[in-house]
Structures are given as structure tokens and as C-alpha cells.
């Protein structure tokens, strides 16, 4: 059976933290499965006001008691993994075992790395990425972790309490298609969600042809039949015409979850989309 979520950025209209909230608790109330927020720390000037992810999380988690909480998806090399360790287990405990984490290597390198004196490099990012799940999941397990790596460093560490979900909190890696280096990563974890991109890495339209290729590629290379979500995501709630269409190509090639991306064309008032996030997922 798919799921339903709406996939919110953090800025402009929506950044305000109590529309984050408000926002939350309505797509709870409408019947949704899962409430993602983007992570990014700038967009430039246009992007607006911009909230933090993690504390409206937080209080997303306290406000709602069904629904899944996410970032969709987090830069883990702009964030240490023995802190992400502590508030990903943190806000996994506060939601009663409801967060899902999604990871990536962050984009775009200028505005949300090089600004800040972080790596702009893709290589650099993916190998932090790498190493620092290999930190975050060993530092979930409760075990002492003793690790000397490229990027991190965790001498005789042991983090408590342990997640409430197991085996580990859901991790969901982001790519961006037909990049293949993410979605190998993907094959590693519990689930994908990407995204297409021309040569220039200008967003190109995501079909299920193209989405049933990603899938295929990523199961080819998966170690074991443990459950595997796989995400695609669009706009329907304007076209209720269109979507059973849409919804049902999407879950034929491997569809797991419909994620749908709130807020474009920016601009629109707040009351635009919380009716339409009101009226529940489109079937």
C-alpha cells in the first residue's frame, strides 16, 4: 500500500515555525502518513525568512501523535554525526519511534557549503557522508565505538539511550538521477528518493519510467530482502483529475511512498496550502 506525505521547505511562506507546526498537525488530521521538511542553512536572498528543521521537528513531534517526521533531506556533512547521533535518537524517543532520516550529500555546494567554509566538492561530501553514517548508526547501536577515520574521530564512545525504532531509525538516501554514486549508496540503506537532473543539474521532470529504472538499479544492488522504501514525489493536489493516472504508473514501477512537494509556485498564502494539505492525500 503506499503512503502520503508532503514535503515542505523551511523558507519564505513557510518560514515561520508555527506554520510549520499548524501545518504538521493538519496533514495528521487530513490523513497523511508522513510530514518532511527540507534542510538547508541559505537559498539566497530569495528564499526569505528560513526556519530551523530540527527544532520545528521537535515540535511537529509533540504536536502530533501518528504521523511520520522527517528531514527530507539532511546534509549529514554539514552536521557532525555524534551530534546528529544524539538529536536523531532524541527526537526518535519524543515522537514515540515516528522519525525517518533522510541523508544526502547537500546541495547546492556554494550557498549551503563553500559560504560557510565547508566543502564544495561532491567527492569530499560523499565520502563524508559515508563515513559519517557508518559513525551515526555505530553510535545508535549503544555499543563503545572506538573510530579513527578520514572526517571523524570517536574515541571510547558509547551514546544512551538506543532509538526506540529498530533495527535503527529508517534511513532514506537522496540522489540525484542519473548520477549513480547515491543510489549505490541507497542500495546500502532502507530506502531512496530521488530526484532527476540534466548535465547542468537543472531539476528534469521524474517519470515512472525513469523512476522504475532507479528502483531496478538500486534493488540490483541490494545485499538483502529486508523491507525497501522507495519514494517518488510530484504535485497532484491541483490536478485530482490527473492523479489516480500518475499514482498508478508510479506504483507499478516500485512506488512505495508519494511524497508530495508543497509550496511551488512560491508565493501563495499559507491558507492556499493548508487547504489543500486539509482536503487529504489525492488518490
Given at each position: 500500500?503506499?503512503?502520503?506525505?508532503?514535503?515542505?521547505p523551511?523558507?519564505?511562506?513557510?518560514?515561520?515555525?508555527?506554520?510549520?507546526?499548524?501545518?504538521?498537525?493538519?496533514?495528521?488530521?487530513?490523513?497523511?502518513?508522513?510530514f518532511?521538511?527540507?534542510d538547508?542553512?541559505?537559498?539566497?536572498?530569495?528564499a526569505?525568512p528560513?526556519?530551523?528543521?530540527?527544532?520545528?521537528?521537535?515540535?511537529?513531534a509533540?504536536?502530533?501523535?501518528?504521523?511520520?517526521?522527517g528531514?527530507?533531506?539532511?546534509?549529514?556533512?554539514?552536521?557532525?554525526?555524534?551530534?546528529?547521533?544524539?538529536?536523531?535518537?532524541t527526537?526518535?524517543?519524543?515522537?514515540?519511534?515516528?522519525?525517518?532520516?533522510?541523508?544526502?550529500?547537500?546541495?547546492?555546494?556554494?550557498?549551503?557549503?563553500?559560504?560557510?567554509?565547508?566543502?564544495?566538492?561532491?567527492?569530499?561530501?560523499?565520502?563524508?557522508?559515508?563515513?559519517?553514517?557508518?559513525?551515526?548508526?555505530?553510535?545508535?547501536?549503544?555499543?563503545?565505538?572506538?573510530?579513527?577515520?578520514?572526517?571523524?574521530?570517536?574515541?571510547?564512545?558509547?551514546?544512551?539511550?538506543?532509538?526506540?525504532?529498530?533495527?535503527?531509525?529508517?534511513?532514506?538516501?537522496?540522489?540525484?538521477?542519473?548520477?549513480?554514486?547515491?543510489?549505490?549508496?541507497?542500495?546500502?540503506?532502507?530506502g531512496?528518493?530521488?530526484?532527476?537532473?540534466?548535465?547542468?543539474?537543472?531539476?528534469?521532470?521524474?517519470?515512472?519510467?525513469?523512476?522504475?529504472?532507479?528502483?531496478?538499479?538500486?534493488?540490483?544492488?541490494?545485499?538483502d530482502?529486508?523491507?525497501?522504501?522507495a519514494?517518488?514525489?510530484?504535485?497532484l493536489?491541483?490536478?485530482?483529475?490527473?492523479?489516480?493516472?500518475?499514482?498508478?504508473?508510479?506504483?507499478?514501477?516500485?512506488?512505495?511512498?508519494?511524497?508530495?512537494?508543497?509550496?511551488?509556485?512560491?508565493?501563495?498564502?499559507?491558507?492556499?496550502?493548508r487547504?489543500?494539505?486539509?482536503?487529504?492525500?489525492?488518490?
Open positions: 500500500m503506499t503512503r502520503f506525505s508532503v514535503s515542505i523551511p523558507f519564505g511562506t513557510f518560514g515561520d515555525p508555527h506554520v510549520m507546526v499548524d501545518l504538521a498537525v493538519t496533514a495528521e488530521r487530513a490523513g497523511w502518513h508522513g518532511f521538511i527540507w538547508h542553512i541559505q537559498l539566497g536572498p530569495w526569505g528560513v526556519v530551523d528543521p530540527w527544532i520545528t521537528l521537535a515540535a511537529a509533540a504536536a502530533t501523535e501518528r504521523i511520520r517526521i528531514p527530507m533531506v539532511t546534509p549529514l556533512p554539514r552536521r557532525r554525526p555524534s551530534k546528529l547521533a544524539r538529536e536523531t535518537v527526537l526518535d524517543h519524543l515522537s514515540g519511534g515516528r522519525l525517518v532520516l533522510g541523508v544526502g550529500i547537500g546541495w547546492p555546494p556554494a550557498e549551503d557549503f563553500g559560504a560557510f567554509g565547508d566543502a564544495e566538492d561532491n567527492a569530499v561530501r560523499a565520502a563524508q557522508l559515508d563515513e559519517g553514517l557508518e559513525v551515526l548508526t555505530s553510535l545508535w547501536s549503544g555499543a563503545t565505538l572506538e573510530h579513527r577515520g578520514e572526517h571523524y574521530t570517536a574515541v571510547n564512545a558509547r551514546f544512551l539511550p538506543t532509538p526506540i525504532q529498530e533495527p535503527r531509525i529508517p534511513i532514506w538516501v537522496g540522489g540525484m538521477w542519473p548520477h549513480r554514486g547515491a543510489f549505490r549508496r541507497a542500495a546500502r540503506w532502507d531512496v528518493v530521488p530526484i532527476a537532473v540534466d548535465e547542468g543539474y537543472e531539476m528534469a521532470d521524474l517519470d515512472p519510467a525513469t523512476f522504475a529504472e532507479i528502483v531496478a538499479y538500486v534493488r540490483e544492488r541490494r545485499e530482502d529486508l523491507p525497501f522504501d519514494v517518488a514525489s510530484g504535485m493536489l491541483d490536478d485530482p483529475v490527473r492523479a489516480p493516472e500518475v499514482l498508478g504508473a508510479f506504483e507499478e514501477a516500485g512506488m512505495t511512498w508519494w511524497m508530495e512537494n508543497i509550496g511551488w509556485p512560491p508565493g501563495l498564502p499559507v491558507d492556499h496550502w487547504d489543500l494539505i486539509g482536503a487529504g492525500p489525492p488518490r
